[in-house]
């Protein structure tokens, strides 16, 4: 194909795919692939994509964040908390000397979705505290109020007795009970979870036969919060950014759980009446999807099918809008060329045309002609032994292949240093205080020389992220950029080709009282950079804002 147009300087186009609004679900993107390899197929769904190459950028939360408190007598105090032991730092903004406010000072505070309220009268360590402390509020079912308190040790105690820096204690109380109760770490925690959850067979049966210990109490109170909710019918709500939250108020998407059978629970996934996903999970905390998980077009025919084992996707399935089957492959794990590593390939078995047909049937096949329904460009495929060899469109008469393998050779680890010096020192206040967090999906066309030709935002998160994005993309990207960033040459068949890659730049908050946000929906990465976090904390961290009681 002439490279003619390859050579021509071109702008930068920057710009929203808000088909519908601000939303973030059923994120339309097309007929796009990510630097992984990746198949979106017309959608980006935020629940099941974990991409492993991204740029990723997480706020460790050690310093203050807009929040709230009540004080005595009920009046709310807007400004910025810090979190500290038996004790909040608080000041009007951050050009106010900071206000130490101990807990028989006031009721409660509020940092983000997350609760803080005082209580006296508590079992720590199997000793009765009568003085009053801050703890986090995590839900309250079957007349019962569950709380986790922080301990906070110093740096001397923790060379001395080897202590954690933060000792995390759960807590629950009965209604008419003045007195809270804990969960032992030791010998007498079995003692103690099955006091409260042998009702439930499933928590009964872990408990007894030690596969729940304490280190499993989160997932456990939220288990049974979960059946709790199943048994009368009541909603899970979540807020934009698929964080779980208590006011219906504050919350986007809700679930509600239509079936436990053999460890397996089913949730239904809503925005307002509109059914997103279906999903199977045999544990929560973090989340283990076993089982079907099912997405949703708008007018309600069902879009994608994916087969999880232990969170590991095996088989999908996709349909169009009129419920007939397009494509069907499996997840074949393969070794990378010349690597120790291994990647998930697709290994297709159906791929039907306009009347039906499964093309796969033919054998090799070139050149199959799929149009994206959202941007009305036409991509052409190549298949060859179930395996989508190619896929391309032209472009102002030339051809740009997209990445559709994810044994290839896209390196993002020094665009990853690039976004994380550009990143240094910038606050965003504004979208931490409302818990803002998620994926930003970068689309770039690159030119046969690794100049990038074009680039777009496929979705939104947060004003302020968003403007983030589009700031770093203009410095690093735009052909004016005083360094443009350049990317290696790809090769397809030893020939360098213009390439249509999807980038992710993912936006994170850990915070020692908070698993990161994903952390609910994925595997364990998560749960270790915060426990990472929890052990570098010589003294305590962070705040943030609204939700309440």
């Not at 397996?264 to 059914?275: N, P």
Request: contains cysteine.
């Amino acid at each position: 194909m002439p490279d003619n147009n390859m050579r021509k300087p071109v702008f930068l186009s920057i710009m929203l795919f808000l088909i519908f609004g601000t939303t973030y679900s059923q994120v339309p993107v097309g007929l796009k692939y990510d630097c992984n390899g990746y198949a979106f197929n017309g959608y980006f769904d935020p629940l099941i994509y974990s991409p492993d190459k991204k740029l990723s950028i997480v706020h460790n939360s050690d310093s203050y964040e807009i929040g709230y408190y009540y004080d005595s007598l009920g009046n709310k105090i807007n400004g910025l908390i810090k979190f500290e032991n038996e004790k909040i730092f608080f000041k009007k903004d951050n050009f106010v000397f900071r206000d130490k406010i101990k807990p028989e000072e006031i009721q409660q505070f509020v940092i983000g979705v997350d609760s803080f309220f005082v209580i006296s009268n508590f079992y720590y360590k199997n000793r009765l505290k009568t003085n009053p402390e801050y703890v986090q509020y995590i839900t309250e079912f079957n007349g019962l109020t569950f709380a986790k308190h922080y301990k906070f040790t110093s740096g001397i105690s923790q060379q001395i007795t080897t202590q954690q820096p933060i000792i995390e204690t759960f807590l629950v109380k009965a209604k008419d009970s003045t007195t809270w109760e804990n969960f032992p770490d030791n010998s007498r925690f079995k003692e103690s979870a099955l006091k409260y959850f042998s009702y439930i067979p499933y928590l009964k049966e872990k408990i007894n036969t030690d596969k729940y210990v304490s280190a499993d109490m989160l997932s456990i109170i939220k288990m049974a919060e979960y059946y709790d909710k199943y048994l009368n019918s009541k909603d899970i709500y979540y807020d934009k950014y698929w964080q779980e939250v208590i006011d219906i108020r504050n919350s986007k998407y809700s679930a509600k759980i239509t079936g436990i059978h053999d460890s397996i629970w089913t949730f239904e996934y809503y925005e307002g009446k509109a059914k997103l996903f279906v999903a199977n999970y045999s544990s929560f905390y973090p989340n283990n999807k076993n089982g079907e998980f099912i997405s949703y077009y708008p007018n309600g025919e069902i879009r994608q099918i994916i087969i999880f084992e232990n969170n590991q996707p095996k088989e999908a399935e996709t349909f169009d809008k009129f419920g007939s089957k397009s494509r069907q492959y499996e997840y074949v794990k393969a070794k990378v060329s010349n690597s120790k590593e291994y990647v998930f390939n697709s290994s297709y078995t159906t791929v039907n045309d306009s009347l039906g047909n499964n093309i796969i049937d033919s054998g090799v096949v070139k050149d199959f002609k799929v149009i994206d329904d959202f941007s009305k460009d036409s991509y052409f495929e190549s298949f060859n032994d179930n395996e989508l060899i190619n896929s391309y469109r032209i472009s102002n008469g030339d051809t740009v292949f997209q990445i559709t393998n994810p044994d290839n050779n896209f390196k993002i680890k020094s665009l990853q240093k690039e976004f994380e010096s550009f990143m240094n020192g910038i606050q965003y206040n504004n979208a931490l205080s409302v818990n803002a967090q998620g994926i930003i999906l970068v689309s770039l066309v690159i030119d046969k020389k690794g100049n990038v030709l074009n680039c777009m935002t496929l979705n939104t998160i947060h004003p302020e992220i968003d403007k983030l994005v589009e700031d770093f993309i203009k410095r690093r990207f735009h052909p004016d950029a005083l360094y443009p960033f350049k990317f290696k040459p790809y090769y397809l068949n030893k020939t360098k080709q213009c390439i249509e890659v999807v980038i992710p730049i993912e936006f994170s908050i850990n915070r020692f009282y908070r698993e990161p946000v994903r952390y609910n929906q994925f595997n364990n990465m998560y749960w270790m950079q915060h426990q990472q976090m929890m052990n570098i904390y010589m003294t305590p961290v962070p705040p943030k804002m609204q939700m309440g009681f």
